[in-house]
């Protein structure tokens, strides 16, 4: 029943943002195949109305706001680790060639791997993968950025 936009603390405002997401269907659908939603019937108005009524869902919105700052604790050591490798003395070369032969092939396996591990289980996944990037692979980042500066000063690089 409807007070308009008013939300009377029963949900009743929750069930009319989900309304706002489904397609109009007022017309009976004779043939009883799913009926779908025809963009460039819809409007960019309506489309922007839409997502703003998505987002403003609570699930929605932790989930915006943890794809938003995961990556925080690592930032830094994601993007100046190779900066620092070539200031050390690695090669520009290697570097370039660090990325295509080792982090894209374990970016493709470890998902894999982890999914057979943790069975429908994916918060736990993402928050044990999450505390061992922020702990471990800082850990590690350092300890490669040494061993090329050592190698540096035993000029092996």
Same mark, same amino acid.
């Given at each position: 029943?409807?007070?308009?936009? !008013? ?9 009319? !943002? ?31 109305? @839409?997502?703003?009524?998505? =987002? @403003? ?26 900066? !620092? ?8 070369? %290697? ?5 295509? %032969? ?5 970016? *493709? ?6 999914? !057979? ?17 922020? %702990?471990?692979?800082?850990? *590690?980042?350092? =300890? ?14």
């Amino acid at each position: 029943g409807g007070n308009g936009n !008013k939300n009377n603390g029963n949900g009743e405002n929750d069930l009319e !943002k989900r309304q706002l997401l489904l397609p109009n269907n007022n017309k009976v659908d004779d043939d009883d195949d799913d009926q779908e939603l025809d963009a460039a019937r819809l409007g960019i108005a309506e489309t922007y109305h @839409r997502l703003y009524a998505a =987002l @403003r869902l609570p699930a929605v919105q932790s989930l915006v706001l943890i794809l938003l700052t995961y990556r925080l604790p690592c930032a830094l050591s994601d993007n100046v680790k190779f900066l !620092k490798a070539v200031e050390f003395g690695l090669s520009k070369q %290697t570097t370039a060639l660090l990325s295509p %032969t080792i982090v894209l092939p374990l970016g *493709i396996i470890v998902p894999i791997v982890a999914t !057979k591990v943790w069975h429908n289980h994916p918060l736990r996944q993402f928050m044990a993968a999450f505390r061992f990037r922020v %702990t471990f692979v800082a850990l *590690i980042d350092v =300890l490669m950025l040494l061993t090329v500066r050592s190698y540096k000063n035993n000029d092996g690089i």
